[in-house]
């Protein structure tokens, strides 16, 4: 059984800044890479980042790039975001998930396997 557990999230004023974290655990849990995804009231999940486990190559959503840097610990089987210049658009639950395709980049939510449950992060104006 595999699980993604984020935290992190929370309330922030624009400009501020946040820190989630994805925790990962299951037995011989190797994922080709694992991202960061948000959704937002009425919204469709949409592709924020992605880091791939091997070589710790990155990919960003337009609207994130700049702004938030994704990183990862494989020996923890940890995953971060940095978010800074938080905007009130960034508003959502961000989750995180781990994907078992080796196709690259994945932005899709196809290309992922497993998921966490979420964490909110709200940025007020």
């Known amino acids: 059984q595999v699980q993604l557990v984020e935290s992190g999230g929370g309330l922030v004023q624009a400009g501020g800044s946040l820190r989630l974290s994805c925790a990962a655990s299951?037995?011989?849990?190797?994922?080709?890479?694992m991202g960061w995804f948000r959704q937002a009231p009425g919204k469709e999940r949409e592709f924020v980042s992605v880091?791939?486990?091997?070589?710790?190559?990155?990919s960003y959503a337009d609207s994130v790039r700049g702004r938030f840097t994704i990183s990862r610990d494989n020996d923890r089987n940890t995953m971060y975001l940095q978010m800074n210049s938080l905007e009130p658009e960034d508003t959502a639950v961000y989750y995180c998930a781990a994907a078992t395709s080796w196709k690259w980049p994945s932005l899709q939510t196809g290309d992922y396997a497993y998921w966490g449950q979420g964490a909110q992060v709200t940025v007020s104006s």
């Open positions: 880091v791939r486990r091997v070589d710790g190559s990155t």
């Open positions: 299951g037995h011989t849990f190797s994922p080709a890479a």
